[in-house]
Every structure is written in structure tokens, then in C-alpha cells.
């Protein structure tokens, strides 16, 4: 076995020293997720920051010849604890230098390198007229390396689709440091099996994306905001399902729960129904004319629901100030309690007022505040446990736990768009079955035979 | 090894006699696939029509305890000589028999067994207002296993994406005998690999596809259909282009060129431009204010490129009139020589014009009549070798050839919606390279480590 010293050597000569981090101060940095989870306990031997594929191919060769773990990261910014080293014999490839945006209008794709920000490649894009419209709501700062392999989804998926519907080809480092590249700039291309689609939302356990085509459409020439608000949470959940099919696709539709709409009303001071048990966030876009028969259908669903306001935003300031809104739900929800666990669980969208009336069950069993929101037309709900103190964290969790069974019961899915990471490894087996998740681990072994590809990631501790 | 006698016990057996073919006369019949190419020299044991997933899953245990091969099959419709016997020692498991179709509009899905026609799918989806997109041509007769088993596309792929786009969970028989169900009726689910897109393509190498749950969509309102002749085949082909660029999203757009537009004509007598290099079929839909400023955008862009002729079909009929020359492409085609060699390789579309123009180039380098047309949004050439001799036909099968390889040096595939099958195989290191191809090959390794689905098929004789 090397020592780090070694392992320092050998990945400097690779990347350049500057490409390099390994002060203590530096690596600790690395331990921690977003979303407010424990960091890893285990330092990273390094941080390389490579600039090429070859440097990536480089390391991968020599990480699986000495059996040290890479966790492939960029912004960090995963609600899972997706990237975070398992063991003090991990390194961590940062892919942040690796950001190059190149739209190539005259084939509508997008080439860009993992560590792009999102929000970058969209106002790219849209230079051209055109749109990428996977919008994680981190998309202002997590990348699309991070998105593409947890697979985001956001509140525009509602119409567009999550990210996998968007990624094209991408170029990918294996285990074994062969570069390849699968797919392309083709619309269509079904040449062998769909790698493409395998690495997406593998949260970087079969291979290191090094560039990704991204497939972008034209942006819609109009769009306009509305809210609805239902004076019971089931019946606000009743009208997601009405609308979806009505026949109109929203290009958002979110949902919020009185709990949250009051903390956001105390924070931003908006005028919303705080009287309200839930609301609903919608926006309709496409050719200026249809908007409103979209808007006059919707309206027409929800009256027959019961809906106690509807606001059509008249303007592009007042839109904005509906999705201040939707944008302030989490730092709104810090007033709420100390703490918070969160989730990404989906059911099918007939079962969305069922599992919110599951969710506040649970929460009265456990004696402990829950609220909800979510991107509602995915029948993807964000839930909240709250807790003041240590002793009420443990009880939140043990909630959350009773919740995403409930939730698979329902013929749900316990990750809608963060991905499995570390955090819902537990619920794998229960959700997929045994033999599924057999044959995941036989083709994550196929191509990482040594387990050198974050591991402890998606099957926990011992894939 | 067992005789074909214990075998045909066995699986007597599992199925019952009744579904069970063995006579010579059933056997031969399933030793063709559509397309016209040479059937398998080799005859299979049986053919089992199995109606349950716990049959199929039966099967496979007992094939793969024995390494007796399995070819799932259903229609025998595909393109790519999909679904053949490699060898004596092979049963076919015929999924006709397993053909329900529920269509649940709550969640906006299907559940459909896999021997299901593709037209009873589409027509039990409109039923209740919901579209099922994809439309291969031969989707009054295809199975939808089949259509999923090689992700096919079709005429409005353009605008609605091929089946992988509605295939949204499965259930699936692996080579082990273990039943799985992955994915399901949640919009979003990223909870471990994306396994129904791996099974979705591979052309029933990797597991039995034993039931699909479909994502359905609104029926679009309404539809024109649009005629635009060019002189030059050229200008059409960068018509594509322009019109795909320019934020019109047609939801089809067929080219066809000169030599088959003749033979339409001869053969339908519908009054089409006969003096055009090629012309373009188009379709827009959406809502019905949305149609004319559509039109008018398209007939700008083509203005622009010298069309010399822009005809809207003004009736239904007139548009089903204009559909027809789409569909009687083949038959017609039929009159031009005695056989012709096809294909289905795609390029990015802004390589439209060069593709086309390769095509005749290797033409007239052959000596061998040559014409082509496609579904041209999606970058989607289908060419046409034509040949009146043994002699030609090997000609024929050279030019088709050379024509492959200019197609992946100009980043395209071989395969764009029939699936490699037997027929592309030899080009498929070419295009994806080794260390792909040997990353696929070990995915097939660990799914099923005897080689008993479908061999042969995507990896050639020696998987």
C-alpha cells in the first residue's frame, strides 16, 4: 500500500501541484454535503482539480492499480450526502475547473464540462433563444456534473422533464482510466446499450463525467404566474391531479403547505392567504394566446375543488413577487425550529393528497411539527420534521423513516431528484426488491471491480 | 445436456402443450424477421407463448440452468434482424400472448403487457383524451415490446422524443429467473441506476421484458399538415436545419427525394411535385390559434431556401391524402428495382445536407442506384441501395457500407431507431469504440453470465 505521500507525489505529477489541495483546512472543507448533514469523519488524502480528461483517466488508472477511492465532486451542493469520502484512503476529484460552455445552435445541443454552473449554461442558451430547462433549485449554483449524475429534477420538470431528458452524450472516465464517450449530438441513437442514460443518476459510482451534450430546445415566447389557494391541504392536493389531467400542462406547478405559507408571509410580507391550508403556484407558458384558455382552464378545475383565491400575476414584477414566494420556503422554514430533516420522496400524482395526509399522520404520531412543499405536478413532495432539540431530532428521523415507507407502500419512490446518496441507502432494498438491487451491484462491480468509485454511495457501506 | 425432448417437456410443462409450437412449419416462420433479410440456418427447439410473468420467469431458469439459449420476440417485425436463433440449441419465448393494455388516466400511464400492438396502445390511450407519441412506422403491427426492446422512433419523434421518452418502469424477467420491477408510475424516481433505460434499447439481451408502464400525454387539439417542394435536395435537407432552429417545433418532418417521389407518384398518382430534387412532409400541432403563425414561419425559412412549392392541406382529407404519399414510400419503392438493401443511421442535424449528398456520391461511386428519405428532424436518413442482381446486391451491400463509415466519421450512428440486431453489429466498435463496447460487454456479462438472451444480437456471434 502507498502512503499519502506517495498517492501526493504521484497525483501532483498528474495535475500540476497548483491543481492541488492538501492543507488540513483545505480538506475538511471536502467532508461536508449541503442539506446539514455530519461531514465525513474521514479526510481526503487530496483535492485534485484536474483540467483534462486524460489527467482524470490519468488518476483513475493509477487510484484503481492502488485501490484509492475518488469521490468525483464540484459544487457539493447534493441534498444526499452524495459526495463525501468513505475512508482516509479516498481522494476527491473537484471538477470545477473542467466549466467550459459551448452552444452549438445549429444542432440545439450544448457541450459543456461537469463543473459548468447551471445557471451558466441556461443564460448561455438563452443568448441563442434557446433553453435548457432542467432548474434544480440550486441551479444559481450547483453544476451540472452534480445534476446530471443525481439526475435533477426542479419545478419546471412538471413539463419539461428532469435532467436525463436533456443529456445527449457525455464523455466518461472509467474505473479502469479508458476514456469514452457515449452518444452524442444525434437526436436519435440506438446503437448499443444506453450508457448514456446508466451514468445518469449514478451519482458517480460507475464512471467520471468529464463532458456532457446537453440537448436544449427553443425558449417559449410567453409565460404567466398564478396562485391558487384551497382552504384544505387534500383538497389543494386533489386539485394537482385535476389539473395535470385537464389537459394543460403547466410548466410549474408547486405546492405549499399553511405552516410554510405563513413563515414565508412572516419573512417576505408578500399579502399571501395565510387563512389558506394550502396554495398552489402555477405558471402556464407557450404562444402568447394560449395563456389564458390555460389560465381559464385551471381556474375551471380548481373552482370545482373549492378554491378560496385566484390570482393571475398581471405583470412580470408581480410574477417575480409569486416566486419570491416559492424561493424563500427554506430560509422561511429556519423560523420555524431550530432544525429540520428534509426528503425528495414522489408517488404516482393520484396518490399526492393521500401521502400529505400521511405525512401530518405521521407527524401527530411522533408528536412532532411536519409541513410540507413541493413540485407538485411530479407528485414529488419536499416534507419538513422539525425539532428543537437533540432528543426531537432523533424522534424526526425516526418519522422520516415511517414516511418513506408509507411513501413506498403508496407505489412511490423514496428519491424523486437528490439522488440516494448515503442518506436513503437504507430504504434501497425495501423500494427495488432484493434481486434489483443484485443486479445494480452486478453491474456496478462490471464496471468498477475494485469499488474505487464512491463507494458507500447508493448501497451504503459494503457495495 | 438435455434433449430437445426433456426441453420441450419441460417448458410443456411451465406454458401447457397448448402454448407450445413445435411442428417444423410454426418453427421456420420464427426463424424470419421483417426486412427482408436471409432467415437463421438454425431452427428453434420450440416456440413457448407464455401468459404470466412467473412463466417467462420459470423459463429462464431452467434455459439458464441448462444454457439453452432464449430469443424474446413477439411481432418479428423489427429491421435490424433483432430476434433470430443463433443456434439449434434456442427457444423462442413469443410474448403475443401477453398483450393487456389498462390505461390508467389518473396517473396519466399505461400498464400493457409486451405483446401489445402499438396502435391498440395509441387508440385505448385516445379513448380517454391521452396520446401515446411514438409512432414507428410500423406501429399498426409492431408489438410495444419490440418497440422498447429497440427504443424505436418514428414520424413524430421530432417534437415528442422516441419510446424511451414513455417508458417510465417495467417489469422484467433476468436471465437468473429473478422477476424485478423497476421504475413505476412516478414522474420522477432516481432511487438507485436508471435501469429501465438500460433494459429500454437492448434488444432483449439483458433481461424478458414481462410488462411496461407507459407515461401518456394530452392529445394535442389540433394538427395541419404542410407540403414544401425544393428543387435542389440540398436546400431541403438545410431547410431541416433552418426550420428546427428556428423556434418552431414541427411534431413531423419527413424528407423524400426525387427518385422516391416518382415513385410515389406512379404508384399513387396523388399530384406530387415530380420535378423536385426533394420535398418535405410536415406536421404542426398544438393549439388551433398556434397552427397558422407556425405555418407562416416555416414557409418564411423556406422561402428563404428556394422552395418551389409550399402547399397547407386545408381538410383532413387533404392532409390524410398527404400522409399517404408518406406511407406508400416503401411499396412504391418496390417498383424501382427488384430489392433494395435499407437503413436507419442519423446524423446531427446541421449534417443533414452533407449526409445526403455522401450518399450519392457513394452511389455513383458504386454504380448502383441509390435514394433516400427519413424522418428529417430528427437527423434520421433512411437510404435506399437499390440492386437487380446477386451481383448488385453485394455491390449494394458494399456502398450501404462505405456509407456507414462516412456516417460515424461525421458524428452520427448506424442505428438510429431500428436497433443494431445482427445487421450492424460489425460497425459498432467502430462507432463506440473498444473500451465501450467492453463496457457494454460487461454489463451483458453480469446480467447474464451464460450468454442465454438473445446472443448474437447488438455484440455479433462471439458476446
Redesign the interface.
Known sequence: MLTKEDVRARIASIVGEQNMLTKQEDLVCYTYNAGGAAPSPHLPILVALPGTAEEVAQMAAFCNANKISIVPRSQGSGLSVNAIPESDYSIIISMQRMNSIVI??????AEVGPGAITADIKKAAAEH?LMYPPDPASFTFSSIGGNVG??A?GLQ??KY??T??YVSGMQVV?A?G?????G????????????T??F???EGT?GIITEITLKL???P?AKRAIRVAFKEIENAAKAV?AI??????PSIMEFQEQTLIRAVEDYTHAGLPVDAGAMLLIEVD??P??LK?QADVIRRVCEQLGMVDFHVAETPEEAEQLWKARRSGLPALARVAKGRLGGDP?????KLAQAVHTLFEVGKKYGIKVSCQG?A????IHPHFFFNSDEEKKTAAKARSEFHYEIIKM??????????GRE?AP??VK???E??????R??K???DPNNILNPGC?FGGEA
Open positions: 452549438d445552435p445549429e444542432t440545439l445541443t433563444g443525481t439526475d429534477g420538470c412538471v422533464g428532469t436525463k431528458g472509467l479502469s479508458d476514456i469514452i464517450r457515449c452524442g449530438k444525434c437526436i436519435k441513437d440506438v446503437t448499443g446499450y444506453n450508457l442514460q446508466l445518469t443518476g449514478s460507475l430546445i427553443p425558449l415566447q391531479s395535470m389531467t385537464s389537459g394543460v400542462v407557450g404562444d394566446s394560449t384558455p414522489a408517488v404516482p400524482i393520484n413540485h405536478g411530479d407528485g414529488n407505489g412511490g419512490t423514496v428519491s424523486a431528484e437528490h439522488g440516494v436513503k430504504y434501497i423500494q427495488l426488491g434481486a434489483q438491487v443484485g443486479a445494480m452486478a453491474i462491480k462490471a464496471l447508493i
